[in-house]
Each structure stands twice: as structure tokens, then as C-alpha cells.
């Protein structure tokens, strides 16, 4: 399993988010609170909107807590929409081409959980691909792949239904192959405008999900935290789990959830898996 | 592009094998002669049988010259059946699940060359693949993926035959797809007992191949030379480029062929693609 | 801070040290119970004593439990000398070249501690160094400069005296530099045929350190235990932390004790540093 | 051997620097005219200076030709002032504290060519180095100790004075241990305002270094050349080799000479070694 982050609002220095909280996600890299695996140590990958109009992506298979050139395009580089994650391998290889964020065209995506049974159901899912996108598929998790099915069923159209169409394959291909609850998941996608976080399980006890609260309200609770006051009202994090004790900074997102967040405009929608065919 | 060597025969160090000829598989890494890229310093592997049922592999994704690691594992690993490989990638990632040698079982698969317009094909040889083996797929290669083809189609009973059928699966689904030459191949593979080697292209233009002289012969012609009474009369050498200038031990595999070789016994055999269906 | 073994008997497949047991360093690296830090992934090595008289190694940056090529060089080696360490990192950077065993020549050194307020002790302690050795030393550690120090004042004759020395070199050198307790060590060395190892602490407080029991005596104790039966009587093990639950199997090395096994003999020593003068 | 370029002006895209020039740094580590080895892939570095008053670097292992990050980054960072180094060790470790460029507050340095008999030399050498600065040196190569002998010198203060005298130590030390040609470079250092690149060798006969051609006079030259017409006037590059051929763009930097740009300015000034003492 996994961990991770997605920021929009205020441009802010990477290494912001990334090392200075509290519970940072480095530090939960080390020592997650909320996770399955207190070590998310398989690799890790940064994906931020900069200079141009496709997003840069940082993918690396050392330790976040451990890499040198992680601590330095943090401290160098400023974006106003960031995806981060931290990995924890669930059996497939350490390698570049199996860090999060994915990409595509100016979409980035980030998966933490699983497809149970995967080997099982590899071949199903790879197959319903899109044959045109089937040759961009890179590396050999379930997570990217479950990508390249929300791409097939439109997620650059409208991402919602999409992911459920791709979550709706998932459990209907489990449950031919006989896997009881087929998916576990707490995803983030975005297309450098939109930020949609969803999370959902077969079993109905998905892992950990939190947003941020209004900024506006948090400075009035806290009139004297400096941070709050350099962050526009836009501004807004989604996480696996709360990079520090503020009280009040965190609310949890409820099971089978879409958090919608677009500029100061947050929406939670109700999400459920919806057929493929 | 790649280049490869398949050695068996009395066990011998490692380093004997890919450090000391004057033109080793570890020379080439840097300065080949004879390949299409004079660089091959895209990762690289070696496989050995050794003290288990199953060959030991070893990838790395830095250049051959570079690692230490290598260096240190081939002095004090002996074997008597290595395949090593080193790589130019043609544009799939460098990363350890896309370095040869394959394994599968007791199995090995090396390849130089490249399945032409991979991309458009992928898919369509990917589905062709049993769907049993399908999920054993770890890397993004042309090779890998011709591997698990030559699996699917008897590998493991009829080497010659199931070879065949895959590069004739190749050419169909390349020339459906309006790729002019589908395949360009030296290919090695074992099960430990014997070794297969075969020299192939679409357009009959094939990368090199040789194989080694009979070590009695060279001997006579050699009397001198320590390294030629060390090694036992079956021990042969299978290598895209001559490791050495040593006259008349080198001697090249013709075009479509199948070269077997078990203990003492070396068979030159015909080779064409028969049709997969 | 670290965990290590230093392993000498009948050869084994260094599978059988590192991943087999239910406590094995692959597991501590993980989840170390003992150790100073929970997660030792900043890197690990093995050295092993094979075909040459100079001993292997093999070593990686990556955490130990990720890494492959450990898993496949440690299913076919097998020796009956192995040194295998995990590292944590005090502040150095990852690399190989500060990756434990260290060696020169035939030796092998490891060490679990630290000396305290390095940066401040580093230059006096590097120009102590004798001027033939001194660029040899490839990394940046404290450990691999204490083995150094340990060879110039005569490792390869007389290791007790020798590390005795150093160890004095390093409380003095430290006291001159207000540093109240300078040296905190487990440290075991070899020359391939005799095994040192060290517990002490300038504070008295050291890491934790065990050796294995006798074998026969567990023999008696567990007739039914088949690995047992296996193992020479000779063979031992020195441990940072047991490698299992077994009752009896494992004696704490006491405080300022140097142990020296040498085939069926072990031998506890007082240690205590000596003046480097 | 190595190759470098150091850029200043306007800020500009990495990849205009290290990509897309005919012949850009990325291309010279696969293929370099001019160097002494055509591959330099043992790694690399670059230094930028962004939003903080200290430069980042990316320091990598990879070839450049390979890693993916660094086409990221350079995609994605753009500088006024861009250090770029590419390496062909002399035999030091292939690790990221060996990559270039170098960094120590807000200076950056990088090297091409080597100290001639540096074991023989190196003790004496590092203790020459201020001990309040001995305990940064990070990795073993002898251009980052030349950069601290650099900067005991005064390289902060008075940077040709502080590079003659470091100069001239080498030399003289080399002289004491019969090293008859002791150094060989071209360097580059910046405190993030200007720049001081040195061509320099003890033989007389030292590694090539260009300069562009002022700006405005090219633009007159190449009226339809459109990179051209988007730099500044002040914008420089200095470089082991010119990075395409257009003619009239390049200068030969003379043998013992200090180059020194700031701004629109650039001095040649001769460069001699100074005593030490």
C-alpha cells in the first residue's frame, strides 16, 4: 500500500509539502501512522504543473527519506498543483516505471490499494485497454493499469463516470475470478485544473482519506499561524493521512466518496461503481 | 541493439568469461565492433546455473563497464552454462525487468534485435500470449514479450518448433500492421541440458553470430595456449561478436539458422518461420 | 545505527542466513527488534569467502528487503565464511562505497555504532591513517575510517591490540574535542579463517551483541530440529540480534568483551582500549 | 575525462542547454569529439541557481543519455545561471558524491582533466585543506579536493589567486613524489553573479574550452537565427566543446588562461600557478 498527497492553490516550494510538515510526507515514508505498511520505502514520485503545459515527473526507487536529489528540486522548484506519493510495493518490481504519479498528455494519476488477485485478473483487464493506449503501459502495476482503463472509458472527458466504469471491469472481472472484494482504493487524478479524489472498496472499509478545511476558516481559528496567511483562499490539500495535529485542518473523506476540488469550489459526490459493458 | 554471449562447457569463473578476452562481453559494453551501436551501456544481466534447479540471474541497470558488483560476483562465481547480455535499448526503459537474460523455470532467453513498429504490434502479440503465463510479464520489452510468444507456442518441448511459430506469429501480425520487416534476431536460449541459437531477419540481413571452434581442433593448432587445455572438449561459445582475434576459432552462424548445441554435439540447422495458426 | 552477522562452519547458501530465518537481517531491515532504529534500508552488503582468497562483496543502496540480486546471488552462493550488514545511516551519504563489509585484502571489517561528533574528530583521526593506506579509503564514514586506523596500528597481526589502539586513538581524540563519549561499537573482522568481534562503548552502554550456542549442546537439546543436524560442529554465529526464538540458542557478549572464534573454539576476552601512543 | 558547460543570462529552459543543441552535453556523453574518451556516462550533475540563494544540483549515477529525471527537470527548471558536467571517471567511484558540480555555500565548481598520480598525492593534499572544511569533502575524487584546496586558498575572496595557489600546491606535491605533468584542467566555479573558467595544464598542452561569441554580434551575423534574437545581450556559455557549428559562434579559450564573465563583460586574463607557501 501506499500514501500520498495532492495540492492545488498558492504556487508553494515542493519541499513545503514534501518535508517541512510535521507529518510530512517523507516522514511518513519512515513511519506512516494510518497506513497498512508503517514503511512506504519501494520508491516514490513527484508530478507538478511548471513551465509547461505537460505536468514534470520525478520518479525515484530509493527511500524518499533518502534521496539527495528529491531534498533538492524540492527546495527549487514552486508549482500550484502537486501530486506526490510514496510507495509500498504489493509484490510488483522497484522500478521507475512503477512510481506514481502516472501520466498522460496532462493528466496525472495516483492509486493507494490494490486489485486483489491481480495476476489473476491481469490479462482481463489488459485486454479491455483501449488498443490504441495499450503500447503506452510501461511498468507492471495494478495501479496503472486500472489508469489506462479509466482513460479507455473516457476519464478525460468526465472522470467520474469513467473511474467507475473502470472500478465497475474491476469487480465484475474480480468476481468472475472468483476474488471477494476486488478493489481497494483511495485515488487522485487531476488534468492541471481539477483536482478528483475518490475513495472506495469492494468491501465497503477503504483506506484512510482527508481534505484540507477552508483556509478562511482555519485563519480565523488560528490568527497567528503564518502559513495560513501566505496560502490563497483556493488553496487545498488532499491526503492519505494528516501531515500534523492542527485541529480542525483535517476532515475525513466518507467511504464510496468523488471529491471534487476546482479553485476555492470543493464538492463531495457520492461514488459508486457503475457497469462497464 | 544488444550483444550477447551463451557459454557451456567445464565451469569456468565468470570473469573468465566477461572481463579477460581482449574483446569481452564487458569491452564491448563500451567499443563494440560489429554491432549497430558501438555502445551498449543500457543495463545488462547474466544468468548461471549453478548450485539450484533454477539459473541465478543477475540484472543491473548501469552500464557493464561500471559495475562493481559484476566485477566482484564474476570472480568468485563459477559456471558451466552462462548466458550474459548486455543492452542498447531501442527506447523501452532501462530498469531491471527489462534486462536479458529471461527466466522462466529452468529456461533462459537472450535476444539481440528488434521486433520492428513494436508498438502497433504489442498488443495484438501480448494477447496471443497464454493466458497462464500472461501475468508473468514483468518488463516492457519486445524480447520479453517474443519470450513468453516462444513459451506459448512449446518452448519447453520443441524449441526449433515453437521459435518458429512465434517469429511466423511475428510476421503476420507485422505485415497486417504494414511493417515491411517485422523481425531482426540472434536469439539464445536453454534449459540448462542444451542450447539453442538462431540467426534470423525479415529481410535476410541478420545481425552476427558466431560460435566457437571444436576445442580439440583449436588445441592442435594452438599448442601453446594454456586456456585451450583447461577447457574440456564440449565447451562452446555462442557470441554475437568474436571475443578475440584467435584465427580460425570463430566461426560465423549462417543466415536462418538454428544452431543446437548439447555436450560435444553442434547441429547447424535450417530455420523459417512457420505460420503460428 | 546497524544490524550484522558474521557467520563461519559448514558452507551454506547465504539464503539460509539472510532470508531464512524468522528473524533474519533481510526481516530487521525491516523491523529490527533491538536495534537503535526499527528500519535499517539505507543500504547493506555481504562479503563472502568463495573460490579466491580474496573475499567477494556484494554491495547496494537499496534497502535490502527490495533488492533482487541479493535474493539470486544469495539462493546460488554458499560459503562457510559470510559477513552480511544493513545499514542505517548516522548522516553519510548512501553509496557503495560506504556499504559494509569493508575489505583489504583478505579482511573483512563491519561495524554497528558510531563515533560520536565525527565531523569534528574526522581530520585528526584521517591524517592518523597510515600515509600508504590513506587512499584507499573510498567512502566517507566513520566505520570504514576506524577499520583503517585499526589496520595502521596492525589489524593484520595482532586484532585485539590493534582495534585496542584505535579504539584509544578515538576516546583521546575525542576528549580533546569535548566529545564526552566518543565511540559506541560492535564490530567483528576476519581474515578468513578467524572471526573478532567487539562490544564496547565509551559510556559502557553498548549495542546489543550475541554469539550462538554450541551446536552440539543444541543438538541434545533439540534432536528434532533438522538444520541443526546439517551444520558442522564447528559452525557459528555472531549476531546483533537473534535470528529466532529458539531458547538456549543465543548468549549475550558481554559488556568490554572481545570474542574470537576460531573453528570449534570461542573465546571471551576483556577488552578495554589501549593508549594509541 | 569530462565535459562541462556553464551557461549565464538570460534564464532559460535546461533542455535548450543539455538537449536540444546539435551537439548538447546529452550528445557528447554518448559521442564527444573533442574529449579524451567519446563516452562520458559515468554519471553526471547539474547545478542551477532558482528561487533559493543556494544553487540546486542533480547529481546522477546514469548515464545522461538514460535517465528520464534529468529530462524531466530540464523540461521543467529554467535558470540564468546553469553549471552542466558529464563524467568519465579516472577510476574513482561511479557515485553521486563524485558527480560534478561540486557545491559549497552558494559556489558551484566543476572539472575536466585530473590530478596525475593522485594516490601518491592525495594524503598530502587533504591535509592541506582547512580542517574547519575537511569534514565536507564527500566523496574521493581529485577534483572536489582541488575544489576545497580551492577554497582554503580564498576562492570565495579572490577566486584566480586562490586556484593559482591551489594550483600550485599540486604541482609542487606532484614534483616532491616525481609526478612530472601533475595537473591537467579546465575548471569552472561561480558564486551565482559571475563566472571563472581556467584552461590549464603543467604539460602546456591542456583539454580543450571554447567561449560563445558575444550575442549581438552573432545576431548581426545570423539575422534569421531565432534562438538568437531571445537571448539577452550578456548571455555566455563556456564549454569543453562548441555545442554546434555554427560558424563565427565559438572561441577558443588560450592555453593558461582565466576567463572571467560578468554581465555583458568578459576579461581574459593570463593564468600561472602561485606558490603555496
Known sequence: MCRWLAYSGSPVLLEDLLFKPENSLVVQSKHSRLGVETINGDGFGVGWYGAQQTPGIYHSIEPAWNDRNLREISAHASA??????I?????TAVQQTNCHPFRHGRWLWMHNGAISGFPLLKRDLAVAVEPRLFPEIEGSTDSELFFFLALTFGLEKDPPKAIARAVGLIEETGRRHDVQYPIQMTVATTDGETTWAFRYSSEGHSRSLFHSADVSTLRLQYPDHPMLHELSDDSR????????????????????????????REELREFSPASAG
Open 87 to 91: 510507495r509500498a510495493t504489493t509484490g
Open 237 to 264: 490539500l488532499v491526503v492519505s493521512e494528516p501531515l500534523g495535529d492542527l485541529r480542525g485542518a483535517w476532515r475525513e473523506v466518507p467511504e464510496s466518496t468523488c471529491l471534487v476540488v476546482q479553485g476555492v
Open 80 to 85: 500550484g498543483r502537486v501530486f506526490a506519493h
